[in-house]
């Protein structure tokens, strides 16, 4: 019987360039940044890392298919390497495959990089792309913004909520983002701003307003993760980030062809969230998470993430919301570093950045925005559309060495 | 020139019918304010509307509409021939009526034959269609570009109409026909031209309209040994009133039969404009009249029927006055024009897309993509698009061969809907949700023919054959079915 990943693998170093418009520099210099920043952290040498996994993203415009780019870009020494792309949840499988390969025994060490150069494409959202040469035929020429914009109408036809209420929910979720971006100078966005102006913001997709949507960026982070033992050889005695659970659940085409679903939420994220906190024993999410990163793509999408979560209960998000539950200052702080609103999207790097924050947050090195000793936290990300996505839950946590064996 | 054709028994005529008009009205008052400036005397033509294709709309997406509308799904199989009369063919080399055949899921032992090159060729067609006393379905569509503060613009339509032959049932029994072929230019249009060059509207009704069509009547008329009085209806497309009344009377025929030709109300369709007129005509026909029917081009084709007592069930439809009643005016000029590529609009960089259509993986799925059919699992008997093979439905998920299921004109309501202001449309905002069948499905499907605000969850929904991709790299157009509103006939 499978015992999963908890406490199996920890985290020894991290690094995150600033999200944002890099004009200025390439892939390869954002790739240089993160990872220069993770090695320094965990205090090892290049060439002590033993494998590789590299997320990526719209390969098209950036680097190429495979993850010779970030061989090259760091002279690795001929280490395994692999790129990995799973949607908005890219950034993670790296983190997954590193996390895997060392508790595979594979390797002690592994690095987990995501990069993505997005505003080199010359677009001002996602460039547009095939869906694959027979979905092409059939399927709507669908953005992100109108694919996710479905959740609203589906929710509030679901809950009985109307759209102005759910729409006022959805402008406190952008004005948290900006709030919280605006402490973080890592943050692609750090202007403060009011629910006022965003509800006043054009239509991107009904009933989307420009500030429900998250834009794009360039940017790059890193984690380097070890086993236990190979991090107490390394010399770490004080606290550890360790991974507690990294659960991933995909659509498997009902939500798109079966009513089984009836559009007002992420049925992916309540199986890999139930999933994932069984991995890390966690019983009562609310009480037991001080902290979550999820992927606001969407002001709607972390709304009803708050749900499919379990730390609001179905049909209840509008009103948590608006009572701060999620603010920086609330109960189970939501996206402190600004989320994909304001930290940023590099669709590659978005996973490692939210697995930055908790880890900067559990070492209480997360500057102006700390939190009150938090201890454990959740990133989670959700790839695709709605009704046909990729689902990232994960869980860390502070290392306890009586969790396994 | 030719003997009058004479029908031997046993009987053959017309046993359905159908009709579609593009949901938009352009007022014609907005063309004239928008190209008064240039020519004065557009401005007495500015009255009535002229029905326009939305930017997903030709005249093959117009004919599977109206063919939709002639044919309940138990028709489909007794149909021998489908003839597609145009003269505004998306495709030069592809069979268009190929196109129209599969997604009407015809069977696919049929003759099929594009027609065009003429505005008549919706009339010869029908007395081919006749004489070959098959049950054949003909459909003529038109969607002809006009060049801004022409004349043209002012009178043209977009239409089709449909029409199913046969010995059984007959709504209208044809009587007989005559045809004339004289090579007359009151128009043209090269093979590569943009638009028609137009002939002096006096010499073409002197010369063309005022004794071409009447010579051929009183032929058809005498050699049939019938007295003009006789005839209850007389449709004359392209003849505006006054020369309709001219025509009439130089045939003996009363002035009160020439029926409405549609003018006003959303313009001259074309090649489909006598097949729409016919349809008219038969709706507000007794049982026992006769309908003589005129299709003028390069010559003249007559045809006569007489209506029986089966006529009276369209009597007390009447989907083309439906049809006409059904319109949403529009009085964006503007759109108009950057719909039918008039003026150039900057549509950004998602428009630089590239649309390459695989064709081996187009081919592979035709019947899904232009059929709309999915499949019903053998095991649960879940409907569900698009076929796979294992069943979607997550309590069954088990492999193996599903049943064709089609979905086309399954009844449908919005599940979740957004108005997509980002995403490339050429009539913005691109429209789109997941859409609920009635007894099971769910597809996220574009939705087309609606106005910003007017979709809502639960709002019911009818599918449409729409343009769904341009390839303007390589010439190539994909077709596949939207979700429309219920409204007036339709």
Request: glycine share 10%; with cysteine; proline share 4%.
């Amino acid at each position: 019987m499978a015992q999963g990943i908890k406490d199996k693998v920890v985290i020894i170093g991290m690094g995150c360039t600033r999200f944002g418009e890099h004009w200025d520099c390439s892939a390869e210099d954002l790739i240089v940044e993160a990872f220069t920043e993770a090695v320094a952290d965990a205090g090892i040498e290049r060439d002590q890392i033993e494998a590789a996994w590299f997320g990526l993203s719209v390969d098209e415009q950036n680097l190429g298919k495979s993850a010779l780019s970030l061989s090259e870009t760091l002279r690795l020494p001929n280490i395994p390497a692999t790129r990995v792309e799973n949607m908005c949840a890219t950034g993670t499988e790296a983190l997954r495959g590193a996390v895997y390969g060392v508790a595979s025994g594979a390797c002690d060490i592994a690095l987990a990089l995501g990069v993505d150069k997005l505003k080199d494409t010359g677009y001002g959202g996602l460039p547009e792309r095939t869906k694959g040469t027979f979905d092409d035929l059939w399927s709507p020429s669908a953005t992100a913004p109108g694919s996710f914009a479905q959740l609203a109408s589906a929710y509030s036809a679901s809950h009985g909520i109307s759209m102005d209420t759910l729409k006022q929910a959805m402008a406190h979720v952008s004005w948290k983002s900006h709030e919280n971006g605006f402490m973080n100078d890592k943050a692609h966005l750090r202007s403060r701003t009011t629910v006022e102006k965003i509800l006043k913001a054009p239509t991107i997709a009904y009933p989307l307003g420009l500030f429900d949507c998250c834009g794009v960026s360039d940017g790059s982070a890193c984690a380097i993760v070890c086993t236990p033992e190979k991090a107490a050889e390394l010399g770490k005695t004080g606290t550890l980030v360790s991974i507690k659970s990294m659960q991933l659940a995909l659509s498997n085409g009902s939500e798109l062809s079966h009513d089984s679903w009836d559009g007002s939420y992420a049925l992916t994220t309540r199986v890999a969230a139930e999933r994932a906190y069984r991995e890390a024993g966690i019983e009562n999410p609310v009480t037991e998470l001080d902290l979550v990163e999820v992927h606001d793509c969407f002001s709607i999408t972390e709304l009803v993430t708050m749900e499919d979560l379990g730390l609001s209960e179905v049909g209840n998000a509008c009103e948590d919301i608006l009572a701060g539950k999620f603010d920086a200052s609330g109960q189970i702080p939501c996206n402190v570093d600004g989320g994909l609103k304001c930290f940023g999207h590099p669709i590659g790097a978005t996973g490692l950045r939210m697995a930055y924050e908790i880890y900067l947050q559990l070492h209480g090195r997360a500057g102006d925005r700390q939190l009150d000793n938090p201890r454990t936290g959740l990133t989670h990300n959700l790839g695709g559309f709605p009704n046909k996505n990729v689902c990232s839950v994960s869980i860390l946590g502070h290392y306890d060495s009586g969790a396994t064996r | 020139m030719q003997q009058v054709h004479n029908t031997s028994t046993p009987l053959t005529g017309i046993t359905l019918v159908g009709s579609y008009l593009p949901r938009t009205r352009l007022s014609r008052k907005s063309i004239a304010a928008a190209n008064s400036w240039a020519n004065p005397g557009l401005v007495s033509k500015g009255k009535g509307h002229r029905a326009v294709c939305s930017h997903d709309e030709d005249a093959i997406t117009m004919a599977v509409a109206a063919a939709r509308a002639a044919l309940s799904a138990g028709d489909c199989d007794a149909i021998q021939a489908l003839y597609f009369a145009s003269t505004t063919l998306p495709f030069a080399d592809r069979q268009n009526a190929g196109i129209i055949s599969e997604a009407l899921s015809l069977p696919t032992s049929l003759k099929t034959l594009d027609a065009t090159g003429s505005l008549r060729c919706a009339t010869s067609s029908l007395i081919a269609a006749l004489s070959s006393g098959e049950t054949q379905l003909l459909v003529a569509a038109d969607k002809r570009r006009t060049q801004p503060a022409s004349a043209m613009e002012m009178t043209v339509g977009d239409a089709a109409a449909a029409v199913v032959t046969g010995q059984q049932e007959l709504m209208a029994t044809y009587l007989g026909s005559y045809s004339t072929s004289v090579d007359m230019t009151d128009h043209y249009r090269a093979q590569h031209a943009e638009f028609d060059y137009q002939l002096e509207e006096r010499w073409i009704r002197e010369e063309g309209l005022l004794k071409l069509i009447p010579q051929a009547i009183e032929t058809l008329l005498a050699q049939l040994a019938l007295d003009p009085g006789e005839i209850a209806h007389l449709i004359l497309p392209g003849a505006d009133s006054r020369t309709g009344a001219a025509i009439a009377g130089r045939c003996d025929i009363a002035q009160t039969t020439v029926c409405n030709n549609l003018e006003l109300e959303c313009g001259n369709s074309g090649s489909a404009h006598p097949l729409l007129l016919l349809n008219s005509a038969l709706e507000n026909a007794q049982p026992g009249e006769k309908i003589l029917l005129v299709g003028f081009g390069q010559g003249c084709d007559v045809l006569l029927f007489e209506t029986t007592e089966l006529v009276a069930q369209l009597g007390s439809e009447k989907p083309v006055q439906s049809l006409l009643d059904g319109g949403v005016e529009d009085d964006n000029y503007q759109r108009y024009l950057s719909i039918n590529q008039l003026v150039q609009l900057d549509w950004g960089m998602r428009a630089e897309r590239d649309n390459k259509t695989s064709q081996s993986a187009f081919y592979r799925h035709r019947k899904t993509v232009t059929g709309f059919i999915g499949g019903r699992c053998k095991h649960c008997d879940t409907p569900q698009f698009p076929r796979r093979p294992i069943c979607a439905n997550p309590e069954c998920r088990r492999p193996g061969e599903q049943h064709d299921e089609p979905f086309k004109d399954k009844p449908a309501e919005v599940k979740s809907f957004t108005e997509d202001w980002l995403a490339l449309c050429y009539n913005p905002p691109l429209k789109y949700g997941n859409v609920r069948f009635e007894g099971g499905g769910v597809v996220m499907m574009e939705f087309t023919d609606f106005d910003v605000g007017e979709v809502q969850v639960g709002t019911p929904l009818r599918m449409e054959f729409r343009i769904k991709d341009e390839d303007n790299k390589r010439g190539f157009r994909r077709y596949f079915w939207k979700a429309g509103p219920i409204y007036s006939g339709r």
